[in-house]
């Protein structure tokens, strides 16, 4: 079980951060000191010890000591890479996996590759192995297979039976530190059954029943354990009807039912309805969080997780793949302006008016695309309703179209008292709302009918199509109506 460190003090996480990164510059002025002082390397090279680790590196190490394995992630992930990797150097070596699981995938990587294979092997052997399942991706072979070889075989069927299931399936979540029991047991036998732990695993809300099979049976609240007579059997207080996942199931799906039910924890049964471990509440926040921020990563087009002190080659490649696809789209619409070269140069008032066009629908877009997709997320879109909530998006659409078209449309003649232009300006409005609403709705409909996040690249996507379709509704609608 992960150890817990809890912190000494109550300040909050960017006060440790603050107090590091102080550190951390006191020890570089005293370095930089010392390397000014003209006298022989030798000495030189002595005052630094003296002054360097004796003194600061003593106090950055004392106080690392004492904050929790998630804020000294969260200080690693905030620090420069040359900050980063002196602070690792400091962490208690017996604390690596711990803060290994917390960091974000991108950070890892950057610690994973200063560590031996040793150092690696020995992080692994302070983690369940439902964490070293997590970790396994960024572990190289050499070292995944000594760590196979120092586990037992039921903790190696436990590892191969994690890493066994992608990353989105109940399976990747459930982990297998939990207390099971019998149902034909009295209270009593429960009870000094527990006080044999040192300590329950973490997020214990209630206890497994199993047959001598492993079948699951229900579960025991410990509420009910604590609050009834010692005499009583479990078989009369357990809850038989509780909610149960197979780990084959969606981990959205998990997510959606400890927040609908108020889950602290949940059994996980195979098929043949064996226990094969459970689903915990804080294992479901991490997997929500991780999807929040994919979501925000996939909306903008970026390709992967980033370490925001990455190299700029790396970070800059990250980035390519939609502002190539941007470029190009960029390159689409002003072809279409192209198009209508004679009218704008006939009606200048044009060329002020159709960003407004393309960049109001363009944020319609986006407020239909944010709400399907998260309705897409939590299940609530079905074939059944699909077709309703696509015709409610184009009402939407064009109510909004007709109300800021025409106040779009009122601005444009009083601005140029020409009646035509604003007419076409409001036509123009509402027929690329309506462009928005349908981009909106299909685009992420269409990414999870593919198998694809909905959210990926959605942003871009839809800001191609209301540009591009914007200006030439726009300028299309000048040329018919101004240019006759």
């Known amino acids: 079980m992960t150890e817990i460190h809890e912190p000494h003090h109550t300040e909050n996480v960017q006060d440790h951060l603050q ?20 006298m022989p390397r030798a000495e030189r090279h002595e005052l630094v010890e003296k002054l360097l680790h004796k003194r600061h590196l003593t106090e950055l190490r004392k106080k690392l000591a004492d904050l929790h394995s998630a804020d000294i992630a969260y200080i690693l992930e905030a620090l420069p890479i040359d900050q980063r990797l002196l602070v690792w150097d400091l962490v208690k070596a017996d604390r690596d996996g711990e ?14 590759a200063t560590m031996s294979g040793a150092e690696l092997l020995e992080a692994t052997e302070q983690l369940d192995t439902d964490e070293i399942a997590d970790l396994a991706p960024d572990l190289p072979n050499a070292v995944m297979h000594e760590v196979f070889k120092s586990l037992s075989v ?28 019998r149902e034909d047991v009295t209270l009593e036998v429960v009870s000094r059954y527990l006080r044999r732990f040192e300590e329950l695993p973490d997020h214990t809300d209630q206890l497994f029943i199993v047959d001598r099979n492993d079948h699951f049976k229900g579960v025991l609240p410990l509420n009910r354990l ?8 479990v078989a009369s207080l357990m809850i038989a009807e509780t909610i149960k996942l197979n780990p084959d199931d969606k981990a959205d799906q998990a997510a959606q039912a400890f927040e609908r039910y108020d889950l602290v924890s949940a059994p996980v049964v195979d098929e043949n309805g064996k226990l094969v471990g459970r689903v915990t509440v804080n294992a479901v926040m991490d997997y929500i969080r991780a999807e929040s921020e994919s979501d925000v990563l996939n909306l903008a087009g970026l390709r992967e997780e980033e370490d925001i002190f990455a190299s700029v080659w790396k970070s800059a490649k990250n980035r390519w793949l939609w502002l190539a696809l941007n470029l190009c789209t960029a390159f689409f619409a002003s072809r279409v302006i192209g198009l209508f070269e004679g009218t704008i140069e006939k009606f200048v008032a044009l060329a002020a008016l159709m960003p407004i066009v393309a960049g109001i629908a363009g944020n319609s877009a986006n407020q239909t695309s944010t709400i399907i997709i998260r309705s897409l997320a939590l ?3 079905t074939p059944a309703n699909a077709r309703r909530m696509i015709n409610k998006e184009l009402a939407i659409g064009a109510m909004n179209g007709l109300v800021w078209g025409g106040v779009a ?6 601005l140029y008292q020409n009646v035509m232009i604003g007419l076409i300006m409001t036509s123009a409005m509402l027929l690329n709302l309506l462009l928005g609403a349908l981009a909106g709705l299909l685009i ?16 871009v996507l839809l800001t191609a199509i209301t540009d591009s379709g914007g200006f030439f509704i726009f300028l299309g609608l000048a040329t018919i109506f101004l240019m006759n």
Request: hydrophobic residues 45%; negative net charge.
């Open 99 to 112: 803060i290994l699981i917390e960091v974000s995938d991108a950070v890892r990587e950057s610690l994973i």
């Open 226 to 233: 604590l609050v009834n007579e010692p005499e009583l059997e």
């Open 409 to 414: 449309g009122m601005f444009a003649y009083l």
């Open 444 to 459: 992420p409909l269409s990414m999870q009918r593919m198998g694809r996040d909905p959210a990926i690249g959605s942003s």
């Open 154 to 181: 039921e903790e190696r069927e436990q590892l191969r039976s994690a890493m066994s299931y992608p990353e989105d399936a109940v399976g990747a979540l459930m982990d297998f530190d939990m207390v099971t029991i």
């Open 379 to 381: 299940g609530q879109i």
């Open 19 to 38: 107090q590091v990164q102080h550190l951390l510059e006191k020890q570089a002025l005293v370095e930089t000191v010392a390397h000014q002082q003209e």
